[in-house]
């Protein structure tokens, strides 16, 4: 699972480094919860929960549905 997670954060990658942002993948657990860690702009951006959970999770839900969260740390 964790191969098609990194394929789908490279889905998301050229919007956030658009953006001076970057993500990434820390861990996949066996539960479907994936780890990820914000970098650049995103780390400090008062939108990165929106991006997060509005993009970054919605994303790898749609491309991985194993996946139950997505959460950063």
Do not use: W, Y
Not at 45 to 53: A, D, F, G, N, V
Request: some cysteine.
């Amino acid at each position: 699972m964790k191969e098609k997670v990194e394929a789908a954060i490279e889905k998301i990658r050229p919007m956030l480094k658009a953006d001076g942002g970057n993500v990434e993948l820390v861990d996949v657990s066996p539960e479907g919860v994936v780890q990820v860690r914000l970098q650049g702009a995103c780390r400090g951006c008062p939108m990165s929960q929106m991006t997060l959970k509005n993009g970054i999770e919605r994303i790898i839900k749609q491309e991985v549905p194993e996946v139950k969260k997505v959460e950063a740390v």
